[in-house]
């Protein structure tokens, strides 16, 4: 299975700030995505990342807030744009498994906090 | 649509009892599911994966989980818990263009 480094861990930030969040796959994937776990909760789907496309994001989930680049098929970054304590979450990336029989691998995340 | 329901949001055991979790799913189609377990302050880790081949599945740690179709779940189990065990688990299914929809996880405490 993928092995996909991500940072930072974790940040303290202020509000109006932005923070870009970055994940590195040891090998190419097609498809990138990007979850936000708010604190106590399950994992919710912001945006799929596809390599040389806009992403694709869900309902809830706008570009301006949480633009995303995925330059190439090893590396995708997400931007939290704008930050209000609201946004205080852990943030994950993810790859599809590919031709693999592996399940989807996940970054090990993002734990923001907005003061 | 696709959806997922775990049935107990808090599951206490003793140390060396059986483990349930319920799962039940919601899916148009043939469904790809998967358990994941989130120890504290750590990632996700697969558990085990169901994608239509048999219907138990065996995963890692001595956990395994059946598809039943007719009763649309897929419960994780395993038969003698241990202290590593603590940690909150979540049940997914596949949506369409490979999105993951998580249940809202269930938090298993194991005690002496």
């Known amino acids: 299975s993928a092995v996909i480094s991500q940072k930072p861990s974790r940040d303290i930030c202020q509000r109006g700030t932005s923070l870009t969040i970055q994940c590195q796959v040891d090998?190419?994937?097609?498809?990138m995505f990007w979850y936000r776990q708010q604190p106590g909760q399950s994992l919710t789907l912001i945006a799929t990342?596809?390599?040389?496309?806009?992403?694709?994001?869900e309902s809830g989930f706008v570009i301006d807030k949480f633009p995303i680049s995925r330059p190439n098929l090893t590396f995708s970054t997400l931007t939290v744009s704008n930050m209000s304590p609201e946004d205080s979450s852990i943030y994950l990336c993810?790859?599809?498994?590919?031709?693999?029989?592996?399940?989807?691998?996940f970054g090990s995340g993002t734990r923001l906090t907005v003061v | 649509a696709q959806s997922v329901t775990q049935l107990d949001s808090h599951v206490s055991v003793s140390e060396g009892t059986p483990v349930l979790l319920r799962c039940n799913y919601s899916?148009?189609?043939?469904?790809?599911l998967f358990w994941y377990v989130q120890h504290p302050n750590k990632g996700l880790q697969l558990l085990l994966k169901?994608?239509?081949?048999?219907?138990l599945v065996k995963g890692i740690n001595g956990f395994e989980a059946e598809f039943k179709k007719s009763e649309t779940s897929f419960h994780l189990t395993k038969p003698s818990a241990h202290m590593s065990d603590a940690a909150e688990y979540f049940c997914?299914?596949?949506?369409?263009?490979?999105?993951?929809?998580f249940g809202a996880g269930t938090r298993l405490a194991v005690h002496p």
């Open positions: 993810s790859v599809d498994p590919g031709q693999s029989n592996y399940g989807y691998t």
């Open positions: 090998s190419q994937v097609t498809m």
């Open positions: 990342a596809n390599q040389g496309s806009e992403a694709t994001y």
């Open positions: 899916s148009s189609y043939s469904p790809s």
């Open positions: 169901y994608t239509s081949a048999a219907t």
């Open positions: 997914v299914v596949s949506g369409g263009y490979n999105k993951l929809i």
